[in-house]
C-alpha cells in the first residue's frame, strides 16, 4: 500500500549524488552555463514581461509590470516581512511536528507489521485526499483567531512525504551488511542506531525536502479559507480583490521567498546526508 | 577451551521451500583444529557457504551438533571467537575506513583510546595505513576486502571464516591479497576456515583442503597439502603445488584427470 504512495513521490535518492551524468552522445554542459542558463531565461523573460506592460501596454490590468511589483514590495517591504513571518512560522511549525510524527509512525510501522497494516490505508487516504480542502473545517472548529487549523494543514502535508520516504528508507539495509552487524553480536539497538537509521538518514532528508514545499505551500493555501486576518495568503487574496495588483504580486513575490528559504535549506541538508550513499 | 576449533558431526541443513524441501547439507563431520587453514571447495549449490553461515550462527543447523571451541555457534558468535569476511566487503560507506575496522569493538564496548590503537595496529597489518581516515568509495575492490579482513580481525578472534573474499577481485590482486592473508593468518595464529572455487587457491592458502558435492551438498573428500607454512610466490611454482592442484581437481571431478598436453 505504502508502495503505491511511493510512486506518487518524487524518485529515491540516487546513490553517488553529485550532477547526473549526461546520456550517451549528450555532451556536459561547461560549469559556467550551468548557472548562467538559467539567469539568462530569467532576464529574457523579464524583458518580454515589460516589453508587454510598459512598451505595448497591452497586458492585462491585473498584471502590473515588474518594475511595478519591485518598487512596491521594496517600499511595502516591513509589512510584507510581518506576513511573511505568520505564515513561514505555521508551515516551520507544520513541517517540524508533521515530519517528528512521520518518524514516528514509520519506526512503528517498520518493527510492527500489523502496525503498518493500520497505517497504510490511512497514508494512502490521506495522500490522496487535498489537505487544503478542509481547512475551513478546521478553521471554524479551532476559531477565526487561531493559527491552529492552518498549522494542522502543513502538519499534515508534511507528514505523508516525510512517512513514506522514511518507512521505505527503514527497509533498505543490505543483506551483508546485516550479517556483518549479526556476526558482531550487535543488539538489536545497535543494529538500529548503526545500520538501520544511517541507511535511511538520506531517504528522511529526501522526504524532508519534499515536505518543506508542501508545508509552506499547504499553510500559504489554507489561508484563503478564512482564519486570522494576516499571513501572506490573506494579503494576496484581499489585495487582488481591491485591485491593488502590484501590492498583490508584491506578496507573491514574498511566498516565494519563503519557499526558495524552505527548499534550499531542506536540499542542503539532503545534499550532506547523501554525501557517502551506499556503496 | 579445546584444542578444535570447529567441531562438526552429523550436521544436516534442509531449507523448506514451497515446492518441498531442499537439503543443502547433508552429514557433515569436520573438525578444524586450532591455528590450522581449511578451504571448503566445490562447485555451485554443494553447500560450502551454507556450512559457513552455520559455523557462524548466520543460519541454525537442522540437524548434528555444531561446536566452535567447545561451545554452541550461538554462544560463540556473542562471545566474539570468530571474525567473518564475505564475497562483498560490506563496509559501511557513511564510515571511515577506521571506523569501519573498529566497528566491531565499539559494539562491545571497547574504550575510544583502545580502539585507535588497535585501528592503527590492524591497519599497519593489511597495508593500510595512510587510508585510515578515508571513506570506503575512495579505496579500491582489493583495498575495500583488506578493509574487510582488518574488521574481522579486530576483536582478535581465534577463527577467521572467510566466504569467498577474492571473489570479486582480479587475479593480480587476488594473488597478492593470498600471500597476505597467509602471513596474517601466521601472524595472528588464527584457525581459518575458507570458502572458496578456485583450486589453486584452495591449494596455496591450505593445511586441507574439503571438497564438497552438490544435491545433496556433502563432504566427499579431504585432501592433506602438506606443503609445509611457509607460502610464498615460489610455492606456486613448485612442483609439489601442482601436484596437489592435480590432486584436488580429480577429487572434484571424481576421476583421475587424463593429461592431454603432458609434455
Known amino acids: 500500500m505504502t508502495d503505491a504512495a511511493t510512486t506518487m513521490l518524487p524518485a529515491a535518492p540516487k546513490p553517488g549524488g553529485g550532477a547526473p551524468r549526461p546520456a550517451p ?13 538559467p539567469v539568462v531565461v530569467g532576464i529574457l523573460i523579464l524583458a518580454v514581461w515589460i516589453f508587454w506592460v510598459d512598451v505595448l501596454g497591452t497586458a492585462p490590468r491585473m498584471l502590473p509590470s515588474p518594475i511595478a511589483i519591485a518598487e512596491e514590495f521594496v517600499r511595502r517591504f516591513p509589512i510584507i ?13 507544520g513541517l517540524v511536528v508533521g515530519s517528528l510524527l512521520a518518524l514516528l509512525f514509520a519506526g512503528l510501522a517498520a518493527a510492527a507489521k500489523p502496525v503498518d497494516g493500520m497505517l497504510a490505508p490511512l497514508v494512502s487516504a490521506l495522500a490522496v485526499i487535498p489537505i487544503v480542502a478542509v481547512t475551513p473545517i478546521l478553521n471554524t472548529m479551532f476559531g477565526a ?33 546485516r550479517d556483518v552487524l549479526r556476526s558482531s553480536a550487535a543488539s538489536p539497538w545497535q543494529t ?11 531517504y528522511l532528508m529526501t522526504g524532508l525536502r519534499i515536505a518543506s514545499s508542501l508545508a509552506v505551500i499547504a499553510a500559504l493555501v489554507a489561508e484563503y479559507f478564512g482564519g486570522p486576518a494576516d499571513g501572506i495568503g490573506t494579503a494576496i487574496a484581499t489585495y487582488a480583490k481591491s485591485g491593488r495588483a502590484a501590492l ?32 | 577451551m579445546t584444542d578444535r576449533a570447529v567441531q562438526a558431526s552429523g550436521v544436516g541443513k534442509v531449507f523448506p521451500t514451497k515446492t518441498g524441501e531442499v537439503v543443502a547439507l ?36 537442522t540437524s548434528g551438533t555444531l561446536e566452535i ?9 556473542i562471545d566474539q571467537d570468530y571474525g567473518i569476511a564475505f564475497q562483498q566487503a560490506g563496509l559501511l560507506p557513511w564510515r571511515t575506513v577506521g571506523a569501519n575496522i573498529a566497528l566491531p569493538l565499539e559494539l562491545h564496548g571497547t574504550g575510544r583510546a583502545d580502539r585507535v590503537s588497535r585501528v592503527a595496529e590492524l591497519a599497519e ?68 576456515v575458507f570458502v572458496t572455487h578456485s583450486i589453486p587457491e584452495a591449494v596455496f592458502l591450505s593445511d586441507r583442503v574439503v571438497v564438497m558435492s552438490p544435491r545433496p551438498g556433502r563432504i566427499t573428500d579431504v585432501i592433506e597439502t602438506g606443503l609445509g607454512d611457509v607460502r610464498d610466490e615460489a610455492l606456486r611454482e613448485s612442483p609439489e603445488f601442482f601436484d596437489r592442484v592435480t590432486a584436488v581437481r580429480e577429487a572434484l571431478h571424481g576421476t583421475p584427470v587424463t593429461r592431454a598436453s603432458e609434455s
Open chain 1, 25 to 37: 552522445g549528450e555532451r556536459e554542459l561547461p560549469g559556467w552555463l550551468r548557472w548562467v542558463a
Open chain 1, 81 to 93: 516581512l510581518d506576513d511573511m513571518k505568520i505564515t513561514a512560522t505555521n508551515a516551520l511549525i
Open chain 1, 145 to 177: 483567531s487561531s493559527q491552529f487549523g492552518r498549522q494542522a494543514v502543513a502538519t499534515i502535508a508534511a507528514f505523508i512525504p516525510v512517512f513514506v520516504n522514511v518507512l521505505r528508507g527503514l527497509r533498505q539495509t543490505r543483506p551483508v551488511h
Open chain 1, 192 to 202: 538500529f542506531r548503526m545500520l538501520t537509521l544511517p541507511t535511511a538518514l538520506p
Open chain 1, 248 to 279: 498583490a504580486w508584491a506578496y507573491v513575490l514574498g511566498g516565494i521567498l519563503i519557499g526558495l528559504v524552505f527548499f534550499l535549506v531542506t536540499s542542503l541538508l539532503e545534499r550532506l546526508a547523501t554525501r557517502r550513499s551506499p556503496v
Open chain 2, 26 to 61: 547433508t552429514d557433515v563431520e569436520l573438525d578444524v583444529a586450532a591455528g590450522e587453514f581449511v578451504s571448503l571447495i566445490g562447485p555451485s549449490g554443494c553447500g560450502k557457504s551454507t556450512l559457513l553461515r552455520l559455523i557462524a550462527d548466520l543460519d541454525q543447523a
Open chain 2, 69 to 77: 571451541f567447545g561451545k554452541p555457534a550461538k554462544r560463540a558468535r
Open chain 2, 125 to 192: 597489518l593489511v597495508g593500510l595505513s595512510d587510508f585510515v581516515d578515508r571513506y570506503p568509495d575512495q579505496l579500491s575492490g582489493g583495498m575495500q576486502q583488506r578493509v574487510a579482513i582488518a574488521r574481522a580481525l579486530a576483536a582478535r578472534p581465534k577463527l577467521l571464516l572467510m566466504d569467498e573474499p577474492f571473489g570479486a577481485l582480479d587475479e593480480m590482486t587476488r594473488e597478492r591479497l593470498q600471500s597476505e592473508l597467509t602471513r596474517i593468518a601466521a601472524e595472528t595464529s588464527a584457525a581459518v
